[in-house]
C-alpha cells in the first residue's frame, strides 16, 4: 500500500518536512496550504524537489467553505478556485481536499451542494484536477461520511469523489462498516489519524490531540480494513494536528510517523476478513507487514554507563545489596554484577564527570534474537553497529526513541552462545537469596512520551497500561507502564512537565527495580552495609495507616525501614527507593499475591523525598 | 474579606508554600492533605510555622467518600475519619472538607447521606472540628449546590455545615442565586476558581484548566456576591488545579492568585445590590478595593535598552523612517527619538554583548500618574524607585510581571511637568508625515500568560481580546491583544510554545508597531533610506490574490513594497515588519477604515519568514 502523510503532520519549513518525509520512506504527501504560503520556495521549486525525492505531491488541500453556497458567494468561491487550480499546476498535484462547509451562511439542501460540486469539479476537470469531499466532524450541514458521500453520488461527475478520515468518522461515533458499499474508485482519498479518548470539543480535540495510529484509542484499522475492503487503492495518508509534533524535530517524527503506518498495517493484515476487494482491473492492495514479534521473557540485564566516581558508588551499592561482581568483559572495559537472575553491567564508558551514572542500554530475553532484530528493523528501529571480536557471543541490538539500547538476548541456553560467555569470571556469587529485575523506570525526553510508547508497543510487542499524571512538587509527571505478555518484561515510561526554575538532579532519574521475595531482609541487609536510602517522611505513614488499616507489625516495620505501601485488588506491594548516583536509583520491590502495579500512589511522595533530599543543606 | 488560598494552587514543597501565601499577604490557607503526606516537616511544625507567618490554617481537605456508604464500609470510613481529625488537632485546623461521594458503592439516599454526615459531625465536635460538605461537579448522587445544602439542612448538626466552591457550581451551569436562601452561617466555608470557557469533560476541566478570578470566563463574582448576600463571612478561598501554576515559581504565583482576589473583591463591590446581608449578630464582610482606575490613554514612548552596536542599528532604522534624535537626557545615558507623536527612548544600558536591543519600559499617558501608581501598587504591583535628579520631572512606575517597566506619564500639558522636560534639545524634527505607536508586541515568559493579562486588566485597566492559536515552523504561539477602552493604548501579549531545538534569533521578539496614515511613502522612503524590511514571500501574494480579490493596483504595491493585507467587517489594514535588531523589530502599519484587528491571520507568515531569515546562511 502506498504512504503518504500531510505536512502539517510534522514540523519546520516546507523543504525541511519534505526532505524528512521522504528519508522515513514515504511514497507521497498531501501538501497543506498553509505550509506552501508561508514557504519561501515557489510552487515549481516544490514540485521538482518533491520529484527528486521520490515522493508524488498526492493532494493538495484544503479547499473550504465551497458548497452549498448562496448564489451571490459561487462566483466568488469558482474564481478562488481557478486561482488555486492554477496553483496546483505550477506544484504538479491533481487532487484537491474540499471539506464541508462550516460557514453560517452555507445553506442546509443537499441538491445545492451537489449542483455546486458537480461545477467545481467541471471547472478541475478542464485543469487535469479531481475533487476530493470530505466531511469534516463539525461540518455544518454535512459532518458524516456517508451523508457527504450521498452528495457525491448525487453530484455524479467523474472527476468528483469522496475522501475519508479516519478521525471525523471515529471522533463522532460513527460505524465504518458503511464505507464498504461505497465503491472503491468513488474513494478518492484516505486520511488516516488516531486520538486519545478524550471528551472534549471535537474541533479541538482534531486540532491539538490527534495522533499516530497506535498511538491513541480510536480503530483506525477499521477504517483502512473497510477502505480496502471497498477497494480503494490510492494511498494511506496520515493527517496529525498535534502540538507535541508541531514541536518535534520533523526528521524523528516522520520516521514515527512510518513506523505507525507499518504497525497499522500489520493489524489490519491480521484482522478478520481483511481480504481487499479487488474491482474491475484493480489488483488487491499489498499490506506491508513486518516479521512477527518475538516475545520478550525477561531482562537479560540492565547496563548502567558510570564514570570512574560514579562506577565506585554503583559497586558500593550493589555489593550492599548482596551482589558479587562475578564477570569481566574480554575486550570493553564492562563488568558484570550479579545476584540470582539480576544482572547489572557496569560500563565504565561516561567519562570522567563526578559521580555519573547513566542507564543506556537493556537486555531482554528472547527465543530468537536475530528474527527479534529483524522486526525493529522492519519497525524503522535503528540497527546498532557493533564492534565485536571474532570469539565473542552475536549480540543484537537497536536504539529506543530515548538513545537506550535494546539488545536482543539468549542467556544460558544450550541452543546458542550466551553473551556471559564474553565475561571472564570474576568474584564467586553471594549467598544472598534470589533476585531479578522487576521493571525499569525509564524518565524520557520532553516530547517523546507517544513516540516511545508507539516503539515499545509496536517493536517489541509490549502492552501499554493507561497512562497516569502524578505530583511532582514543581509539576506534573506523566507515566505509563508498558509490559509484556507474562509480565516478564516491564517498562514504565515517564515525562516531567516541571518548571525549569526546579531544574535539579531529582529530575531525569532512571531507576532499576529489584524483586525480592523478602525485602524487609533485604533492607535490613543493605542498611547495614551501608546502603543509603531515600528518607519516607512520617506524614507518610501516618496517612498508610488511615488509609489502609495496616496491622501495627506491618506499620511498624514499614516505618523502622522505610518500606512504603500500595495495594490493588489483587495483592499488596512493599518497595523503597535508594539515594541515586547519577541519573540511577535502585527500588527494591516485592509483589504479595498477584499485585499487578508499580506503587504509582506513592510517586508523588517519592519524588517530594528526592526533591527536598536534593534541597537539603 | 479574609482572604486565604489552597496549598495545592500552587507548587513548592508545603513549608515553600506557606512563606510564599504568608509573603503574598494572604490571611488564611486550606491545607492540602497530599502536600501534608508529603512533607518532610511533622504537623506540629506547619502548625508552628502557620503560626509565626500568621497564617490561620482554615481548613483540612478534601475527605473523600464518606456519605451515603453501605454500612459495612461504614465503620472503615468512621476510622479513617477518626485518624484525621487526630492530625487535625496537631495541625491546630479546626474545620474539615467533606466532599460528595464519588464511589461507584455509594448509595443514592439522601437520608442515608444526611445520617451518616450527622455521625461524622459528632465525632468531629468531640475533636472541636467542624465539616463542611461539598458537591463536587461529579459527585455520583450528589453534584449540585443546593442538593449538598438539602442534606446538610436534613443532617441537622451544629458542626455540619456546607462548602460553597465557585468551580463546581458554574462548571454545571448552576445558577448561584439560590445561594442566598441558604443562611449565612450554615456557609462554612467558600472556596473560589475561574476557568475558561471550554468544552470538556468537567473533571479533566477542573484538574488541569482552573484559574485564577478573573483569568478565565466564569462568574465567580456573581458567587461572592451572592455568598455574602446570604451572610456568609467566612474567607474568600482560591483553589486552583492548573498545570501551569504547578510549573509556576510559588513566590509569584501566590501574589498573582492574591492580585486576583483584590480585583474580585472590587469587581463584586461594584454590582447591583451586593451589599452584604447582616444575620445576627454578625458584620457586614469589607470588601479591600483599591482606588479607581485611572484610564491610559496612549503610549508616551516605548523605550529600548541597546548595546553600543544595537544602538547605532536601531538608530539608523529610526532615522530610515523619519524619526530625527530630538533630544538627551540630562542625567542618564538615554536619547529621545521622535516622529510625530511616536517617541522611542534609546537607553544605552545594554551592555557590550552584540546587537543587543530590547524593549524594557513603556511610558503611558494618564491624566493622573500618582493615582495611578496608586492604584498598580494597591493590585501588588512592584513600584520602582527611582533615582531623580532635584530638578527633574517626577516619573512613576511599576513592574509588569515580565519586568517590563511602566510609567504613567503626563507629556506635555501645563498642569503637570513633563518628562521630556528632562531632555536637552538636540536635532530638530524631520518633516516626515504623522506618526504614532498602534501598539506593542510583548513576547512573555514562558506560563506568564494568564498572569500578565491578568496584570494588564486589573491593574490598567485593558481589556483582553480573544486568545487566538497561532502557527510558527516549530511550534504553536498563543496571542491576546488587551486594549484600553478608546483603542489608544494596545498590547500584543503572546507566548511561544516551540520546541528547544529551534531556538534561534527569531524567537522571543518584541516590536514596536508605529501607524501611519501613508504606509506606502512610508515604506518606500524608509527601503530609499536604507530600512531593511522582513522579505514576504511570493506564495503568499499569490494565496492573498486569491482570498480577497484584490484590485491589481493593490496587489501589485503589496508586492512591490512587501506589505501585508487583512480585512476585517470594518476595514483593511496594511502592514510589514523591519528585520530585528536584537529582539526587537518595527512594525509598520496602516488602518483604513475602523478595522480592529492586528493581522494576526498573517503572523504564521511573519514568524516562518523570520525563521527562514535566520536560517539564510
Not at 441538491?111 to 476537470?125: F, V
Not at 483502512?224 to 471497498?230: E, G, N, S, T
Not at 532519574?509 to 525485602?519: E, G
Request: glycine share 8%.
Amino acid at each position: 500500500m502506498r504512504t503518504s502523510i500531510a505536512t502539517v503532520s510534522i514540523s519546520g519549513p516546507l523543504t525541511r518536512k519534505l526532505d524528512a518525509i521522504a528519508a522515513a520512506g514515504f511514497d507521497a504527501v498531501e501538501v497543506f496550504e498553509n505550509d506552501l504560503v508561508a514557504s519561501t520556495a515557489p510552487p515549481e521549486e516544490i514540485r521538482a524537489r518533491a520529484a527528486d525525492l521520490g515522493l508524488d505531491i498526492a493532494l493538495y488541500q484544503p479547499f473550504r467553505d465551497f458548497e452549498a453556497a448562496p448564489p451571490a458567494r459561487l462566483d466568488q468561491s469558482l474564481r478562488r478556485a481557478r486561482h488555486k487550480f492554477a496553483l496546483m499546476r505550477r506544484l504538479g498535484v491533481d487532487q484537491v481536499l474540499v471539506c464541508s462547509n462550516t460557514a453560517a451562511w452555507s445553506v442546509d439542501d443537499d441538491a445545492l451542494a451537489a449542483e455546486q460540486l458537480h461545477r467545481l469539479a467541471g471547472l478541475a476537470a478542464e485543469h487535469g484536477i479531481r475533487v476530493a469531499y470530505e466531511a469534516l466532524a463539525w461540518g455544518r450541514n454535512v459532518s458524516d461520511y456517508y451523508h457527504a458521500w450521498r452528495i457525491v453520488r448525487a453530484a455524479d461527475h467523474p472527476a468528483l469523489g469522496t475522501c475519508l478520515d479516519s478521525f471525523h468518522i471515529l471522533s463522532r461515533g460513527a460505524d465504518p462498516a458503511a464505507i464498504e458499499s461505497i465503491p472503491g474508485d468513488r474513494i478518492f482519498f484516505l486520511q488516516l489519524a488516531d486520538a486519545p479518548l478524550l471528551a472534549m470539543d471535537v474541533l479541538q480535540w482534531s486540532r491539538h490531540y490527534r495522533c499516530f495510529p497506535g498511538q491513541g484509542g480510536l480503530d483506525v484499522a477499521g477504517v483502512l480494513a473497510a477502505a480496502l475492503r471497498a477497494g480503494y487503492t490510492g494511498p494511506a495518508s496520515l493527517e496529525v494536528f498535534n502540538d507535541v509534533y508541531r514541536r518535534t524535530e520533523p526528521e524523528r517524527a516522520a520516521v514515527d510517523a512510518m513506523r505507525s503506518l507499518i504497525a497499522l498495517q500489520e493489524q489490519t493484515a491480521g484482522l478478520p476478513s481483511a481480504a481487499p476487494r479487488t474491482r474491475g482491473a484493480a489488483a488487491p492492495v499489498d499490506l506491508r507487514v513486518p516479521p512477527p514479534p518475538v516475545p520478550a521473557t525477561g531482562f537479560a540485564f540492565a547496563e548502567v554507563a558510570v564514570s570512574p566516581v560514579g562506577g565506585e558508588r554503583v559497586a558500593a551499592l550493589l555489593t550492599a545489596l548482596g551482589f558479587a561482581r562475578t564477570g569481566t568483559h574480554a575486550s570493553k572495559p564492562v563488568a558484570l554484577w550479579e545476584r540470582g537472575q539480576a544482572r547489572v553491567l557496569l560500563n565504565a564508558a561516561a567519562g570522567e564527570s563526578g559521580a555519573a551514572a547513566e542507564v543506556t542500554a537493556i537486555g531482554l530475553e528472547t527465543a530468537a534474537p536475530t528474527e527479534a532484530v529483524a522486526r525493529a528493523e522492519a519497525l524503522l528501529a535503528p540497527v546498532l553497529p557493533r564492534a565485536k571480536e571474532a570469539d565473542e557471543a552475536p549480540l543484537d541490538a537497536v536504539a529506543a526513541p530515548d538513545g537506550t539500547q535494546v539488545f536482543f538476548c539468549r542467556t544460558g541456553h544450550a541452543d546458542a552462545p550466551s553473551w556471559t560467555g564474553d565475561f571472564a569470571p570474576a568474584d564467586a556469587p553471594t549467598a544472598a537469596g534470589p533476585l531479578r529485575i522487576d521493571h525499569l523506570g525509564l524518565t524520557q525526553p520532553p516530547h517523546h512520551y507517544d513516540e516511545a510508547a508507539l516503539f515499545y508497543r509496536s517493536v517489541l510487542g509490549l502492552r501499554p497500561s493507561e497512562s497516569l499524571e502524578l505530583a511532582d512538587p514543581f509539576g506534573l509527571v506523566r507515566s505509563r507502564a508498558m509490559e509484556s505478555e507474562d509480565g516478564g518484561v516491564r517498562l514504565a515510561l515517564s515525562i516531567e512537565n516541571v518548571g525549569e526554575h526546579a531544574a535539579g538532579p531529582h529530575l531525569r532519574l532512571q531507576h532499576i527495580a529489584l524483586r525480592s521475595d523478602d525485602i524487609a531482609a533485604d533492607v535490613r541487609s543493605a542498611r547495614e552495609n551501608g546502603a543509603a536510602f531515600l528518607p519516607i517522611p512520617d506524614n507518610y505513614y501516618d496517612d498508610a495507616d488511615a488509609r489502609h488499616d495496616l496491622p501495627p507489625a506491618l506499620s511498624r516495620e514499614l516505618r523502622d525501614l522505610g518500606l512504603l505501601y500500595d495495594r490493588d485488588e489483587n495483592g499488596a506491594f512493599l518497595h523503597c527507593y535508594t539515594l541515586a548516583v547519577g541519573r540511577v536509583f535502585i527500588e527494591l520491590v516485592q509483589r504479595i499475591d498477584r499485585y499487578a502495579g508499580f506503587g504509582a500512589a506513592n510517586t508523588p511522595v517519592r519524588r517530594a523525598a528526592q526533591q527536598a533530599h536534593d534541597s537539603t543543606p
